[in-house]
DNA sequence: GAGTTTGAAACT
DNA sequence: CAGTTTCAAACTC
């Protein structure tokens, strides 16, 4: 529709201008240099390029992100792959590159390349099962973009398009999809990022998409990469791609975007249909290869609904999504990793390590159980819920307990949250499930003409909080630091009652607390006030708490370790590296521990220096702008996504991507900071035209 | 696991 | 808008 046309611009402009500048830069010459799989990327960059850019306009790619993307992504495919074989074959760059090509291509559908088809089909030769699998698999319509298409505008496509049964069914082709192909994904979450920044009218809702660009991007990837399997994945996609929207999906992430904002329900929706029969797949497939798969969907379950999950979570998560975004993350081992690089200060170098041992190991394992474990294998519920509250929870999988209220008013966290209730939820007489989808939304438009923000995150991440800073906090729900505030009388703001508490943010002016002593701030007023009141009287307070959390965290984390049950249930561990070092994730999820770095803007800072620092020192209030430019993690930096962003109307707010670009040895200091960098930029586009 | 506490959500 | 009631999570035992 509409893409095609964008793309070609923006596509263009974004890939030749960044790649080259890159590629020419000494930096990356320097870089190329100090690695091998950096050279052989700087090869398949160009080849890949100027096929995938020019042999034909693949619908699918249509959006110039896309193909930007598509380039970084192939980078890192390239590097998997090549790692599968021997680097020797520097030609076998080329070769390698032709693969991915080809592998896009045909997700793009048809513009095939000869050559690239060739090498296509030779590849396919050796490693087609596993896309196959997932494609073949009647339940799952293989469309790769199917994931997409759901995601994007479930409502309006048709359902039965692609064979895929259902929605369920395409979700969880979806879940599985973005397992497989979290592998390569460094890009692809910039991609998503970049969706995200500019037409991401939430916080959470942005994160979402996220999420989901992210998992659809990878997917494709996923495809060529992962496998090796392209030729399969050439299949499938003509196939399904031809014949579905997979393609269209991609292309119209941001039309997703929208769809996304307006009613996260549609989703969660998804999402939550699958977790039933999530369970069920994972559980038949678990063993099998699929473990990924299933993990994935089973994660994804969690994760997206988390994600769309607790709009806070969203917003926080960009709650959302960042839970969602978190779970999909730690989901996908790559993903995770590529995030946590962008958002976390994960090192890039662990990240390519990763991607070159997931390329060996296939990348989910780990994760996946994880992921898998944590909402669907659980036994009990409570068990889920500890577990999920001590990993910062999934809120993704979030499960209530209604009695009364049908699970259709915001005292049922599921509803609340914008998900539906699942078989963990232990609530009686629900509404909120798939089947009265009808009486859901209505009546959560009847909640929302009450209160328009009734569904919006709770607490406004320190993303906002910045935004707050620099646009005028009333502009925007998120603005303020807790919607609301909260009201507290008797737990001093010092437990979960209090929202603020529970979000992991301090207590503001809007706040009409009692004794108020939340560890995250007190409602003096500023972030500045609340950052001192912290350090000169919270100290203690604080360091107790904090001690607390950690040794809750070390607990958990040794649970995962130690799996003592044989599910390894124990979420823990792949969210808590999320929640660690994401703050965005769901409002609750934020530990403690994070928190700063969720709370303000100070939050951010001290991402980096660690609790401790915040409490030690003082933390100058770093002026937004600082943040901004620190944020910025290398991965995005050489990513479209820093050029997009600048690109972006409300690129002001966003670091400059030239200051990553121009400051590239600057950039290792920053990652550590750089997970806020993701956050940000989500909720700073709220409501950014597609386009620009 | 049951009961209590708490504060948000809903209602008046 | 304030007060009250309802509700379910959070918490305690």
């Known amino acids: 529709m509409d893409k095609p046309q964008k793309n070609p611009t923006t596509s263009q402009i974004g890939t030749s201008t960044p790649k080259s500048k890159f590629e020419d830069s000494p930096v990356f010459n320097y870089i190329s240099n100090l690695s091998p799989i950096e050279s052989v990327k700087s090869i398949s960059t160009a080849q890949t390029f100027s096929s995938l850019s020019f042999t034909s306009p693949p619908p699918v790619f249509t959006s110039p992100h896309v193909n930007s993307h598509r380039e970084s992504r192939f980078f890192r495919c390239h590097n998997s792959i090549d790692r599968t074989k021997p680097l020797e074959d520097l030609n076998g760059s080329v070769y390698k590159e032709d693969v991915v090509v080809p592998v896009i291509e045909d997700l793009n559908k048809e513009a095939p390349l000869e050559d690239?088809?060739?090498?296509?089909?030779?590849?396919?030769?050796?490693?087609?099962?596993?896309?196959?699998?997932?494609?073949?698999?009647?339940?799952?319509?293989?469309?790769?973009?199917?994931?997409?298409?759901?995601?994007e505008a479930p409502s309006d496509i048709p359902r039965g398009e692609g064979g895929s049964s259902s929605e369920d069914v395409k979700m969880g082709m979806l879940n599985v999809r973005e397992v497989n192909d979290t592998p390569d994904c460094g890009r692809l979450i910039s991609n998503a990022t970049e969706l995200l920044v500019f037409r991401s009218p939430n916080d959470s809702e942005a994160f979402r998409c996220l999420v989901d660009k992210i998992s659809s991007s990878e997917r494709r990837?996923?495809?060529?990469?992962?496998?090796?399997?392209?030729?399969?994945?050439?299949?499938?996609?003509?196939?399904?791609?031809?014949?579905?929207?997979?393609?269209?999906?991609?292309?119209?992430?941001?039309?997703?975007?929208?769809?996304?904002?307006?009613?996260?329900?549609?989703?969660?929706?998804?999402?939550?249909?699958?977790?039933?029969?999530?369970?069920?797949?994972?559980?038949?497939?678990?063993?099998?290869?699929?473990?990924?798969?299933?993990?994935?969907?089973?994660?994804?379950?969690?994760?997206v609904p988390g994600i769309g999950l607790h709009l806070n979570a969203i917003a926080l998560s960009a709650r959302d999504s960042n839970i969602n975004v978190v779970h999909d993350y730690s989901i996908s081992g790559e993903i995770h990793k590529n995030f946590s690089g962008s958002t976390t200060p994960i090192h890039s170098q662990d990240i390519v390590q990763e991607t070159s041992?997931?390329?060996?190991?296939?990348?989910?394992?780990?994760?996946?159980?994880?992921?898998?474990?944590?909402?669907?294998?659980?036994?009990?519920?409570?068990?889920?819920?500890?577990?999920?509250?001590?990993?910062?929870?999934?809120?993704?999988?979030?499960?209530?307990?209604?009695?009364?209220?049908?699970?259709?008013?915001?005292?049922?966290?599921?509803?609340?949250?914008?998900?539906?209730?699942?078989?963990?939820?232990?609530?009686?007489?629900?509404?909120?499930?798939?089947?009265?989808?009808?009486?859901?939304?209505?009546?959560?438009?009847?909640?929302?003409?009450?209160?328009?923000?009734?569904?919006?995150?709770?607490?406004?991440?320190?993303?906002?909080?910045?935004?707050?800073?620099?646009?005028?906090?009333?502009?925007?729900?998120?603005?303020?630091?807790?919607?609301?505030?909260?009201?507290?009388?008797?737990?001093?703001?010092?437990?979960?009652?209090?929202?603020?508490?529970?979000?992991?943010?301090?207590?503001?002016?809007?706040?009409?607390?009692?004794?108020?002593?939340?560890?995250?701030?007190?409602?003096?007023?500023?972030?500045l006030v609340i950052m001192e009141s912290k350090q000169e009287e919270d100290q203690e307070t604080y360091e107790k708490r904090r001690t607390k959390i950690q040794h809750k965290i070390e607990v958990s984390r040794e649970v995962e370790q130690n799996p003592s049950s044989d599910q390894p249930s124990t979420p823990l561990p792949p969210y808590r590296h999320l929640v660690v070092h994401q703050p965005f994730l769901s409002k609750n999820r934020l530990p403690p521990t994070q928190f700063f770095i969720g709370m303000g803007s100070s939050s951010f800072r001290k991402q980096d220096s660690d609790l401790t620092q915040s409490h030690n020192g003082k933390k100058p209030v770093d002026p937004v702008t600082e943040d901004k430019t620190e944020i910025m993690p290398e991965i995005l930096l050489n990513s479209p996504i820093a050029n997009i962003k600048a690109i972006s109307p409300n690129s002001k707010r966003v670091s400059p991507p030239q200051l990553g670009s121009s400051e590239s040895g600057s950039n290792l200091r920053r990652r550590g900071n750089g997970r806020k960098l993701i956050l940000r930029s989500i909720p700073a586009f709220p409501s950014l035209n597609p386009n620009q």
């Not at 769809?259 to 369970?279: I, T, V, Y």
Request: include cysteine; charged fraction near 30%.
């Open 357 to 527: 041992d997931q390329a060996e190991n296939e990348p989910v394992e780990e994760v996946p159980r994880a992921l898998v474990f944590p909402e669907l294998n659980t036994g009990s519920l409570k068990k889920k819920k500890r577990v999920s509250e001590q990993a910062g929870e999934g809120e993704s999988c979030k499960r209530c307990n209604c009695k009364k209220s049908k699970c259709l008013k915001l005292y049922c966290e599921c509803f609340a949250a914008g998900v539906y209730c699942i078989e963990p939820c232990s609530c009686i007489d629900c509404f909120n499930k798939p089947v009265h989808e009808e009486t859901v939304l209505a009546t959560r438009k009847q909640i929302e003409s009450r209160n328009p923000l009734a569904f919006a995150p709770k607490v406004i991440r320190s993303a906002d909080s910045i935004m707050e800073a620099g646009d005028d906090a009333s502009k925007t729900p998120a603005s303020a630091r807790h919607k609301r505030g909260c009201n507290c009388k008797k737990s001093n703001c010092l437990k979960k009652y209090c929202e603020c508490y529970q979000g992991g943010v301090g207590c503001s002016i809007n706040c009409r607390c009692e004794g108020c002593k939340n560890v995250f701030g007190r409602k003096e007023g500023s972030l």
């Open 116 to 151: 690239e088809d060739e090498t296509s089909v030779e590849t396919s030769s050796e490693l087609p099962q596993i896309l196959k699998s997932d494609s073949q698999t009647p339940d799952r319509s293989d469309s790769p973009c199917t994931d997409d298409v759901t995601l």
């Open 221 to 303: 990837f996923c495809a060529g990469v992962k496998s090796t399997k392209r030729p399969d994945i050439n299949k499938d996609v003509p196939a399904n791609g031809s014949s579905n929207e997979t393609e269209p999906s991609v292309v119209l992430p941001n039309e997703s975007v929208f769809s996304l904002n307006r009613g996260g329900m549609r989703r969660r929706c998804l999402d939550f249909e699958m977790p039933g029969k999530r369970k069920k797949e994972i559980a038949d497939d678990q063993q099998s290869m699929c473990d990924n798969k299933a993990a994935g969907e089973s994660s994804s379950g969690c994760v």
